[in-house]
């Protein structure tokens, strides 16, 4: 006996649904600017108008001659730049850091100016939207973009128990949502922040569930056919 189940539908799958009574409402929240924690590569670069100074300092902060330097944030907050004192960046906002260091480096050079960046601006990728680490290309960045990057999602997804996993300060947290209503934007589970894992689950019931399409329907039925034929023949025998 060939029974079809059910098929992959729009108020199943589909995203951005705003008349779907059955989704939960999401309530919107502030966006949070992302604040340095331990093991964040910090980035910086000094501008001043003593370009001697300038360009011996900014030497030093290169690897390579094409390969900038990055300093990791250490277990006590503080990050190790040369010809200066530590300096305490854990918990502060990339502008905030800039200002810090910038003082520092006032100490030496009266008119310096910072510009401060990290290089692990990446979040990574698994489950049933594909599976790799990719670049944050600015600070907003939502969670549609960044599936985006990595490939659609495949509707054999659970959209329904979408996970981010965010390192916080006092430990790990997943945040768990459904992706499909319109309420997400704005709200704690739209923006994507540098080191999450965005993990995407197989839907339990995806085994029963076929596309709903003709070219999957007809290859389904083909399929059948083919074993109900071959066991007829072979009960022949």
Not at 34 to 63: M, P, Q, W
Not at 172 to 191: A, C
Request: charged letters at 25%; glycine letters at 4%; aromatic letters at 12%.
């Amino acid at each position: 006996t060939l029974t079809m189940t059910s098929c992959y539908n729009y108020r199943s799958v589909g995203l951005l649904q705003d008349k779907n009574s059955s989704l939960p409402k999401y309530e919107k929240t502030d966006f949070e600017v992302y604040k340095l924690r331990v093991n964040d590569e910090v980035i910086y670069r000094l501008i001043s108008s003593d370009e001697t100074i300038s360009r011996l300092i900014n030497a030093d902060n290169l690897n390579t001659a094409t390969n900038i330097m990055s300093y990791r944030v250490y277990p006590d907050g503080t990050i190790d730049l040369p010809f200066v004192k530590k300096v305490k960046v854990e918990g502060l906002t990339l502008k905030e850091a800039a200002i810090v260091i910038e003082n520092r480096f006032k100490e030496l050079i009266p008119d310096a100016a910072v510009k401060v960046s990290i290089m692990n601006k990446n979040f990574t990728v698994i489950g049933e939207a594909g599976v790799g680490v990719y670049n944050i290309p600015r600070e907003k960045f939502t969670i549609y973009q960044a599936l985006s990057m990595s490939g659609e999602l495949n509707n054999s997804a659970d959209f329904k128990r979408v996970k981010i996993i965010r390192e916080k300060y006092d430990g790990t947290e997943v945040l768990e949502f459904d992706i499909r209503p319109t309420s997400i934007i704005e709200s704690k589970y739209y923006y994507v922040y540098p080191n999450d894992i965005i993990y995407i689950q197989k839907s339990s019931s995806s085994f029963y569930k076929i596309e709903n399409n003709w070219g999957s329907f007809l290859g389904l039925i083909s399929t059948s056919l083919s074993l109900f034929f071959t066991v007829l023949y072979y009960n022949k025998l």
